[in-house]
């Protein structure tokens, strides 16, 4: 038994020696620098030893037997959780371990723009979360993906597709993230907003449809109402809306000015050669064109208007006024006085309105 003492002790020590340095390694954070971050994607049912290899190959890991080791022995090796995280150089065995298993995912920040088209939205989160951007676009124009979300009237999911900003984690289902995009847009869309559009003689495409047109004409939300009334007014006395970006779509969606061959584009979006709305939406409108589509400005007799250069417009009831605004402002002049203030009481009559 004397004997014993000393080996025993020696074991013991070797032991807490080895608790010791395996809690130091465990816990010790190698040099860490906030700058330097490494993204790691834990795809579903990976098993403990693929993570290893993951994070190895990523240059995470000095100590990959170590972070097995832990997972092992804290019985929550099947508890690793798959995502996409971010983790810094030099963090330790302790903290990674600690967010695979708290599942402290990082979350992509997405925005969509006011405005965008299907195509540049599919592109957008192809670059941001890697979805597929031709199975995205199959089913924008997917018919029974469309009658699903209670659309049965579009021609596709183009304008339905709400602009915002979205979080999204890896790995996501292209199908998941259009649902969650076209929910965002019934959120916005509500029954109040059908009842409104109902008003004014709208069905929801039908409305949805004349908000992308302001959406693409408007760069103020100040001026969506008076251009809106500018197209109910057209409707109502069955003119074309001859409104430009229905011809840029009509052409595959083009970012230039178009010339006036443009305009000769056969199309039934193209509102220069066919009457009344086109068949659906061209862009993804906001809260705010949505909004002036159903709620045109009231009391506004306008029937044209015309870019000033500087993101504004000039309002017109007939048409000898809207050609002498358009020739003011390629002269480098200001149009008549009477137009700016009649512009002035408009936004100051909305102004009021909203409070």
């Not at 004397?2 to 390694?25: C, D, E, K, N, W």
């Not at 109910?232 to 011809?247: F, I, M, Q, S, Y």
């Not at 809207?322 to 936004?347: L, N």
Request: glycine share 6%.
């Amino acid at each position: 038994m004397q004997r014993a003492t000393p080996i025993l002790a020696i074991v013991l020590s070797l032991i807490i020696i080895a608790l010791v340095h395996f809690g130091y390694m465990y816990y010790r954070e190698e040099g860490t620098d906030a700058s330097c971050r490494v993204v790691v994607k834990i795809p579903p049912g990976a098993s403990l030893r693929q993570v290893k290899d993951i994070l190895v190959a990523e240059g995470l890991l000095n100590h990959p037997k170590l972070f097995r080791w832990a997972a092992y022995f804290s019985g929550r090796e099947k508890d690793i959780k798959a995502g996409r995280y971010l983790f810094r150089e030099g963090e330790s065995v302790a903290h990674i371990l600690h967010k695979l298993i708290q599942g402290e995912i990082e979350y992509a920040r997405v925005v969509i723009p006011e405005g965008y088209m299907a195509n540049e939205i599919a592109g957008l989160l192809q670059d941001e979360i890697e979805i597929d951007s031709t199975v995205f676009m199959q089913m924008v124009f997917d018919s029974a993906v469309i009658r699903d979300f209670g659309f049965a009237g579009a021609p596709s999911l183009e304008g339905y597709l709400y602009p915002d900003t979205y979080l999204f984690n890896w790995p996501l289902e292209t199908f998941e993230v259009v649902e969650r995009i076209v929910h965002r847009f019934k959120e916005i869309f509500t029954d109040s907003m059908c009842a409104l559009a109902d008003s004014v003689g709208f069905s929801m495409n039908e409305a949805v449809t004349l908000a992308s047109i302001i959406q693409a004409e408007a760069v103020y939300d100040s001026e969506m109402r008076r251009i809106s009334a500018v197209y109910h007014n057209r409707l109502r006395k069955g003119w074309r809306l001859e409104a430009d970006p229905t011809v840029a779509f009509a052409k595959g969606g083009i970012r230039r000015k178009l010339w006036y061959k443009d305009l000769r584009v056969k199309s039934p979006y193209n509102t220069y050669r066919v009457r009344g709305l086109p068949p659906g939406p061209i862009c993804s409108p906001g809260r705010a064109a949505l909004s002036a589509a159903v709620q045109p400005l009231e009391g506004c007799r306008d029937l044209y208007f015309v870019a000033d250069g500087t993101g504004r417009h000039y309002f017109s009831r007939t048409l000898s006024d809207h050609v002498r605004a358009k020739e003011s402002i390629r002269a480098g002049r200001r149009p008549s006085k009477p137009m700016d203030r009649c512009v002035e009481k408009v936004q100051e009559t909305k102004e009021i309105t909203a409070e």
